[in-house]
């Protein structure tokens, strides 16, 4: 198996999550986000990020077809298409994407999956076309897949669809979920991989676990179509794989020796590269054994001797020392200094000894580190009482930087249209700052600077050719984080 080569591949990411008579599915930007990060993560397809086109919000089915024709042409191996939104049936059966425009029970304010399929049949040479999609009613587009030329995704090597339902059951997004339920799956079969599965996922083995994690769920089944021959390719790589251990190396044995066989005992080689020693006859060997006896007898005669020497020893220093007054061991005798008063030494001819005033006590020492530290006594002059722990206060954590949410990095906007911002909140902090700023893409100028108490923010977008944009947190005591990484935009036409 074989995965896409990300330098002749192509991926369009189509992601609609706010729409004028739905309800919104902002799941579907988190499924654009974490797509767009694994395809171009180099562990998966590894797509370089400019042939990986993101579509947030598109308002228009001019501009998704517009951007799917020129991917497509700049694809000869692999071209994906992946739309997560609201899917409509008209009144024939026939499915449609929902747009930013579109309302509820009008399909013809929604885009055609037939528009989408006819243009990659047209305008795609990759040897293999892919199209997923995450919406109610998905299923449809495979009604005429297996039909002609008329249905055929793709009149080249192979064609896949892959879908989040039947043609005639919902796809699910539920609220307490990151991700719809679909695109969960897969993003997690992406990023995860499957235990006890090869080196490469294929087609089957992808559609297999999604069906059962699914329908361990009590979710809607996914639906698959194949045209074609897809031989040889790979869903994706298998993360969860384990290489095998490399093998172990044996250890190599002795070189056999040459010449005629030896008769005898073995006789060990001389590391020093000499003749081996011829062996001790038996009288040899006795006498040898004989005189090592009698120098060990000897020996241990010597010791006892010195043994009991040395115990006389000790017992008389024993009665010697019985005579002195006991030493407290804890106290060490030092030589007392010159008296400074009292009766003055004996001359050195005799004389009654003369009476030694005892020197004052030294103040303790401690040792620290292989020093000595004086420590005062409580009646020295400065000497201070046991100091008590004053109460210490903890300089307060300094912000974390913002982590941006929405929109994703690399979005295509069209015009007119408005950005939906988002971030997570940052512990302790009370206002947030926005920074916009628009240009061509290699320098940016300033365009405006938002302060916002919450973690979203609105605005419309004028149309500049390229924009980004990062944010600040700030706590109430002045403190302030580092900003958060940029984020960039482009506009349609500039694609």
């Known amino acids: 198996m074989r995965l896409p080569d990300p330098a002749t591949s192509m991926a369009v990411l189509i992601g609609c999550s706010r729409f004028e008579g739905m309800e919104p599915l ?70 449609h994407l929902g747009l930013g425009q579109t309302g509820d029970q009008k399909p013809h304010t929604a885009l055609p999956y037939d528009y989408v399929r006819a243009a990659v049949q047209q305008h795609s040479k990759a040897e293999l076309n892919m199209v997923v999609l995450d919406c109610c009613y998905s299923g449809g587009a495979l009604k005429n897949m297996m039909g002609g030329s008329i249905g055929a995704v793709s009149a080249v090597e192979g064609a896949y669809v892959l879908t989040s339902s039947a043609e005639n059951e919902p796809s699910m997004a539920p609220p307490e979920d990151k991700h719809t339920a679909f695109s969960g799956e897969l993003i997690r ?66 070189p056999p020796q040459s010449g005629p066989p030896q008769s005898g005992p073995p006789q060990r080689a001389d590391p020093g590269g000499r003749r081996p020693r011829r062996p001790l006859s038996p009288s040899t060997r006795r006498t040898a054994v004989a005189g090592t006896l009698a120098l060990s007898l000897a020996a241990g005669a010597a010791v006892t001797v010195g043994l009991m020497n040395s115990m006389a020893s000790d017992a008389a220093t024993e009665r010697t020392d019985a005579t002195r007054p006991l030493v407290s061991p804890t106290v060490s005798e030092v030589p007392s200094p010159p008296a400074t008063t009292g009766t003055s030494p004996a001359p050195a001819g005799g004389g009654p000894p003369a009476a030694v005033v005892p020197a004052p006590l ?106 980004r944009w990062r944010v600040t947190a700030e706590a109430p005591d002045g403190r302030r984080s580092g900003p958060s990484e940029w984020r960039h935009a482009f506009n349609n036409a500039t694609m």
């Open 26 to 95: 902002p799941a579907v930007i988190h499924n654009i986000s974490d797509l767009r990060d694994l395809l171009t993560d180099p562990l998966v397809w590894g797509l370089p990020r400019d042939r990986c086109v993101v579509m947030a919000e598109p308002r228009s089915p001019a501009d998704i077809i517009d951007t799917i024709n020129k991917a497509a042409q700049a694809a000869t191996d692999t071209f994906l298409v992946y739309y997560a939104g609201h899917g409509l049936l008209d009144d024939r059966g026939r499915l």
């Open 189 to 254: 079969l992406l990023r995860d991989g499957l235990p006890g599965a090869g080196p490469y996922l294929g087609f089957d083995e992808a559609f297999h676990h999604l069906c059962r994690e699914l329908a361990a769920k009590d979710l809607p089944q996914p639906q698959q179509a194949v045209r074609n021959s897809l031989s040889g390719y790979a869903f994706a790589p298998n993360r969860a794989h384990a290489a095998p251990p490399p093998p172990r190396q044996s250890r190599p044995s002795p």
């Open 362 to 467: 030294q103040p303790l020492t401690k040792q620290t580190g292989g020093t000595s530290r004086r420590e005062p006594q409580s009646s020295e002059p400065g000497a201070k009482s046991p100091a008590t722990t004053s109460p210490t206060t903890t300089a307060p954590a300094p912000l974390g930087s913002p982590m941006l949410v929405t929109p994703p990095d690399q979005i295509v906007y069209t015009v007119p249209d408005t950005v939906n911002f988002g971030w997570q909140a940052v512990a302790g902090a009370s206002v947030y700052t926005l920074e916009t700023e628009a240009g061509d893409g290699v320098s940016f100028q300033p365009v405006a600077t938002h302060r916002v108490s919450g973690t979203t923010f609105s605005e419309a977008w004028p149309g500049w050719q390229k924009f």
